[in-house]
């Protein structure tokens, strides 16, 4: 979930976190967008500037302070970028050196304007190929050793990125992704915002869950919230999906150590 410093989002965090207490989730994370030095990564209304990283893990320590006498723990994390060129990681790796932080996702949002110009630079034109070479990066980005969770992993299909998405087409590249999440022991997200955003399917598809099930993929969850009404939104929809696909438990990182729980039962 995000705050306020990022420019699109609403509602204290305080808040954010009563909603999770209202629906008995003792553990939220916030993970607003990293602050990235590209121009084209987007940034007022996209993202936190650098200058603004202290005042957000302040408000983060606030709000676990307010919210521990309700039983709410609050972590806090940041949503950092997947991106194929490293020279533009830079600044970001050294955002997660320089702080502690409890969690670390990685995100490719295909959707940026950094992401379409590596795809035009690189001759990535049709749509199998862009959704190929989406997966590679998130591969790659799953090896490097930066992120905890790779989160809403199959996003490339939302924003008219793509004119379809069919993930049995791209199965191979897909589970490739998916083992290098398993040898890395890392986790993926399944982000509920995808109920609500198009083709109204959660993040990653089904599919692609099916697949991650079988290969012993392990789950964080996440409500993407940028209002404090979405908090959780979809858990209890989910849940069964997630339980007849055989996964039994969830996880979550405090300092970045991954903390295995049973599938909660949100029904
Ligand atoms: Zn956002
Ligand atoms: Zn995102």
Redesign the pocket.
Known sequence: M?TTL?G??IGAPIEYAMVAMELGIDVITITC?IPMEWEAFGQEGIRMRRDQLDQYRSLVYDTAEKAKPFGVEVLCGIEAEVYPDEAQMKSMDEILAEFEWDFVLGSLHAQCQSYLTWLTKNKVKDDAMRIDSYFRHLKDGAQSGRYDSMSHPDVIRTYGVVSEFKPAKHEEVIRDFLQAVVDENICIEVNTSGLTKGDFEVHPDPLILDWASEMGVKLTIGSDS?RPSSVGQFFDTIQPMLREKGFKDLHYFRARERIRIDMPKWD
């Open positions: 995000h990022c699109h989002a967008h940028h």
